[in-house]
């Protein structure tokens, strides 16, 4: 794999969604996403997948290398607030840790300044 870029070009579930890079580089990635008809759920908001999906997709630009196959050996999330139709969201990721072949990840969803979710996530590298 040539790196992030390459690798959220070739996903095909965070294209269809409309997620974008608004930048990459190693260890941080920021993306972003609309949330469209089709991510609402039976109360009328945002289905927490979606936002569990765009944060999930910035952790793993954040983690993978030009040249590595990094992978998420666990994630969790907190949602804070309830996002809804037309939202703009925006998933900032940062490495905490790296050492050897694991690390671990904090992403932040925000709806422009107020944070609606946080993710943790802990990688590990299958092959350099």
């Known amino acids: 794999m040539n790196g992030p870029a390459e690798m959220l070009a070739n996903d095909a579930a965070s294209t269809a969604l409309g997620i974008r890079a608004l930048a990459l580089a190693d260890g941080s990635a920021t993306l972003a996403m609309t949330v469209t008809d089709r991510m609402i759920n039976g109360h009328g908001i945002a289905h927490g997948g ?3 999906l765009l944060a999930d997709t910035a952790f793993a630009c954040a983690c993978n290398r030009p040249g590595s196959v990094t992978v998420a050996a666990q994630a969790e999330i907190d949602f804070l607030s309830p996002v809804r139709l037309g939202d ?31 993710f ?6 299958l092959r350099d």
């Open 50 to 52: 979606y936002v569990f």
């Open 120 to 125: 943790r996530g802990r990688s590990r590298t």
């Open 88 to 118: 703009e969201l925006v998933a900032t990721a940062v490495e905490r840790v790296r050492r050897g072949r694991s690390g671990i990840y904090d992403i932040t969803v925000r709806r422009g300044d107020e944070v609606v979710a946080e």
